[in-house]
Nanobody, 124 residues
């Protein structure tokens, strides 16, 4: 599956953005999906994950209550709604896909497919 992330941009503290990740192919619905983010010189860190049917959803603690991950399998698209953004949310955001969401969902190494990244900048 090929992934194309979009929706990043510059926003003020407290603002909102919605990221999208469009997937190619007919098998998007089979994949668990996730969002990661990465700052220059730092490791890629887990943000949120969602199972193929949306029944299981996970977030890193710092985004709980502010970010919402959801998917539309009919449109082959994954989303990340980001509200109440903070300067520390500034990063390049990546979407990722894996067949089957295991207990290691927070680890970037388990994901087989990655989008190209979209930059989110939150100004103070």
């Amino acid at each position: 599956v090929q992934l194309q992330a979009s929706g990043g941009g510059l926003v003020q503290t407290g603002g909102s953005l919605r990221l999208s990740c469009a997937a190619s192919g007919r098998t998007f619905w089979r994949y668990a999906m996730a969002w990661f983010r990465q700052a220059p010189g730092k490791e890629r860190e887990f943000v949120a994950a969602i199972s193929w049917g949306g029944g299981s959803i996970y977030y890193r603690d710092s985004v709980k209550g502010r970010f919402t991950i959801f998917r539309d399998n009919a449109k082959n698209t994954l989303y990340l709604q980001m509200n109440s953004l903070k300067p520390e949310d500034t990063d390049v955001y990546y979407c990722a896909a894996v067949l089957g969401l295991s207990s290691g969902y927070r680890e970037a190494r388990i994901y087989n497919y990655w989008g190209q990244g979209t930059l989110v900048t939150v100004s103070s």
